[in-house]
C-alpha cells in the first residue's frame, strides 16, 4: 500500500522501494551510485516522525522585541478652545493635497542642490537633527532672543533651525521620516511647543506614508495626546499655540484615522 506521501507526491525518479532493496544499504557509507543516494533520502525520510516539537530553552531566548501601541484617549479640550468639525475638514483637505503634490514632484525636489550651508546629519545622529530642525538656539534652551531673527541682516539657519525644505524632506526615506519624527516628538513630551517644532512635524506627517507601521502608529498618537495635553494647560483662547495644536491633533485623528483622539463640537 503505498503511503500518504506517495499519495500527494507521485514518484518522479524511478527507485526501487521495500524491504528487500533496504536490506543491504549501509546509512554510514558513502552511496556509491545514484539509486543508492536515492534509496537512503527515502528511508531517511521514512524514519522521520509527522510532527516534531522543538526544545527550546527560553533562558536563551532573547529579549522579546514589542511596539507599544497605547490606545490612551486624550485630554479633553476646554471649553471653547476645540476648532469645528468644519475647519478639520477643511485642513485634512489641504494636508491632502500637499501630500499630494510632495508625492508627485518627490523626484524633482530631491534632485535640486542644496546650499552650501545645508549640512543634514548623518540618519543615526540624534542631538544633529535636533539642532539642524530646531537650531541652536532652542536646542541649547536660550529662545528668548528668537523675535529678533526676522530683523537679521542674514538668517543664520544654523541658530534658529532649517525649515523643512521641500529640498531636505525630499531626500528623506520612511526610515529616516518615523525616526526624526520619534526624536522630535520625544523632545516635545518634555518641553513646550514652538514654532519651529511645528513646521517640522507638518512636514513629516506629510511625507508620511499610508498604511502605518506599528511604530509610526504609536509616535502619531503619543503626539496628539501631547498636543491635548499643552491644550489643556493653556488660559486663553488667543494664545498664539492653539491653532497649532489644534491642527496636528486634527491630522493624527481625521487624517490618520486615530478616530478615538479626535475633537467632537462642543
Known amino acids: 500500500m503505498k503511503s500518504d506521501v506517495e499519495e500527494l507526491m507521485p514518484r518522479l525518479l524511478p527507485v526501487e522501494c521495500g524491504a528487500a532493496a533496504s536490506q543491504d544499504l549501509d546509512f554510514g557509507a558513502t552511496p556509491r551510485n545514484p539509486q543508492e543516494y536515492l534509496r537512503q533520502v527515502q528511508l531517511e525520510a521514512s524514519l522521520c516522525p509527522e510532527v516534531v516539537v522543538a526544545q527550546i530553552d527560553p533562558k536563551k531566548l532573547k529579549k522579546k ?149 506599528p511604530e509610526a502608529h504609536s509616535s502619531i498618537r503619543q503626539l496628539a495626546r501631547r498636543c491635548a495635553q499643552l491644550r489643556s494647560t493653556l488660559d486663553s483662547q488667543e494664545d498664539e499655540k492653539l491653532p497649532a495644536l489644534n491642527l496636528l491633533i486634527c491630522l493624527v485623528a481625521r487624517y490618520f484615522e486615530q478616530t478615538d483622539l479626535a475633537d467632537h463640537q462642543e
Open 65 to 213: 522585541q514589542t511596539v507599544n501601541a497605547s490606545v490612551a484617549g486624550c485630554h479633553a479640550a476646554p471649553q471653547g478652545f476645540s476648532p469645528s468639525l468644519r475647519w478639520q475638514q477643511q485642513q485634512v483637505g489641504i494636508f491632502s493635497d500637499v501630500r499630494q503634490s510632495i508625492t508627485k514632484n518627490r523626484n524633482h525636489w530631491s534632485s535640486q542642490t542644496l546650499d552650501d550651508n545645508v549640512q543634514m546629519p548623518k540618519v543615526t545622529d540624534e542631538e544633529g537633527w535636533k539642532r539642524f530642525c530646531l537650531g541652536e538656539r532652542i536646542y541649547q534652551g536660550t529662545s528668548s532672543d528668537l523675535g529678533d531673527a526676522d530683523q537679521e541682516p542674514a538668517l543664520d539657519y544654523g541658530k534658529i533651525g532649517f525649515p523643512p525644505f521641500l529640498s531636505i524632506v525630499s531626500r528623506l526615506n520612511q526610515s529616516t521620516v518615523l525616526m526624526l519624527l520619534e526624536i522630535l516628538i520625544s523632545w516635545f513630551e518634555e518641553r513646550e511647543f514652538v514654532p519651529q517644532l511645528g513646521r517640522w512635524l507638518y512636514a513629516l506627517l506629510a511625507c508620511l506614508e499610508k498604511p502605518l507601521l
